[in-house]
């Protein structure tokens, strides 16, 4: 199957999957589950849980068994995305091609949503039943999942980012930040997926986190790249807010062409980690093209 296929399938399927889990509008309190509900049911590249299911696949994974971490690492990124629209942080009107959450509802409702989906993140990752690996690896994904999440992943990521507007990084400081900030959940998608199986040995594990860390890197040039080079229509949120936010981007260090050349260089460098792995690991050697291919 190609990746377009692959990606229409187990988007679809993590749809379904995240519409089960997500509580019903039916249920009180009402106006937060509607709030929940139209921030994660909206579209979205669903990048992190593909990463969960490509990973799963090459290393033998049954579909079922990986829902509930590709179900996870999405609600822990639409937590982060309502969170970061918010005026305390970014202060973004549009988000998916849609107002974002505390303009459709308020920013006490946005902050709520952000946090019953990161707990139900931990709750569908510890609940699901069809998990099928051992005791032992499903707890350190659920510890995977919040080391990545956390001040010394994603949050933390964040907090850099905050403490970084009107100041200048240099590119140490620049990486550091998206190693963690973009870097963290991408990586985690494939520690998951590949911990999801009990066969997995550490030298395997080793060559896929190299393998994550150089897409997530490559991811986060790609999405600045496109923030100059594309249009908000086709991103779906604000072009241009970089410049706008005055923040230090990897075309702003290296320019463009630099940057993209970096890309390259991360994609390869990807590729090459997978050296070992068969053709169950194609889809993820095509998912490292898509990342710095994507027009949106
Ligand atoms: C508020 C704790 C807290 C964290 C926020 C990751 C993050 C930290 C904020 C997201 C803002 C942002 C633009 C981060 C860079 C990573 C990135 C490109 C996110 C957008 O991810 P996509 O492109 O979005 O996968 P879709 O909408 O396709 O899911």
């Known amino acids: 199957m190609s990746l377009k296929k692959l990606m229409t399938t187990y988007r679809q399927r993590v749809d379904t999957a995240l519409e089960t889990w997500l509580p019903a509008t039916s249920i009180q309190p009402t106006r937060l589950h509607e709030a929940m509900r139209y921030t994660v049911l909206n579209g979205g590249k669903r990048v992190r849980p593909l990463l969960v299911y490509?990973?799963?696949?090459?290393?033998?994974?049954?579909?079922?068994?990986?829902?509930?971490?590709?179900?996870?690492?999405?609600?822990?990124?639409?937590?982060?995305?309502?969170?970061?629209?918010?005026?305390?942080?970014?202060?973004?009107?549009?988000?998916?091609?849609?107002?974002?959450?505390?303009?459709?509802?308020n920013e006490a409702t946005a902050i709520l949503v952000g946090d019953a989906l990161q707990t139900l993140a931990f709750y569908v990752l510890s609940h699901d039943s069809?998990?099928?690996?051992?005791?032992?690896?499903?707890?350190?994904?659920?510890?995977?999942?919040?080391?990545?999440?956390?001040?010394?992943?994603?949050?933390?990521?964040?907090?850099?980012?905050?403490?970084?507007?009107?100041?200048?990084?240099?590119?140490?400081?620049?990486?550091?930040?998206?190693?963690?900030?973009?870097g963290a959940l991408?990586?985690?998608?494939?520690?998951?997926?590949?911990?999801?199986?009990?066969?997995?040995?550490?030298?395997?594990?080793?060559?896929?986190?190299?393998?994550?860390?150089?897409?997530?890197?490559?991811?986060?040039?790609?999405?600045?790249?496109?923030?100059?080079?594309?249009?908000?229509?086709?991103?779906?949120k604000a072009q241009g807010s970089d410049i706008a936010h005055d923040k230090v981007t990897y075309p702003s260090l290296l320019g463009l062409r630099g940057a993209k050349q970096m890309a390259k260089e991360l994609i390869e460098d990807a590729e090459t980690s997978l050296v070992d792995f068969d053709e169950k690991a194609d889809p993820l050697r095509w998912m490292a093209n898509y990342i710095v291919t994507r027009h949106y």
């Open 54 to 105: 490509l990973t799963g696949n090459a290393v033998g994974v049954e579909l079922s068994a990986l829902d509930a971490p590709a179900c996870a690492v999405e609600l822990i990124h639409a937590y982060s995305l309502v969170h970061d629209d918010l005026p305390a942080m970014d202060d973004d009107d549009l988000r998916r091609g849609q107002v974002t959450c505390h303009i459709a509802f």
């Open 130 to 182: 069809n998990i099928q690996t051992s005791h032992k690896h499903h707890v350190t994904m659920i510890e995977t999942l919040a080391l990545a999440s956390g001040s010394r992943g994603m949050a933390g990521g964040q907090a850099i980012d905050m403490d970084s507007v009107g100041q200048s990084l240099n590119m140490t400081e620049l990486e550091n930040m998206h190693i963690h900030k973009t």
């Open 186 to 236: 991408i990586r985690a998608s494939v520690k998951l997926g590949a911990l999801a199986s009990d066969n997995i040995d550490d030298n395997m594990l080793k060559k896929l986190d190299h393998y994550a860390k150089c897409i997530g890197l490559a991811f986060q040039i790609q999405d600045d790249i496109l923030d100059i080079e594309s249009s908000t229509e086709t991103l779906g």
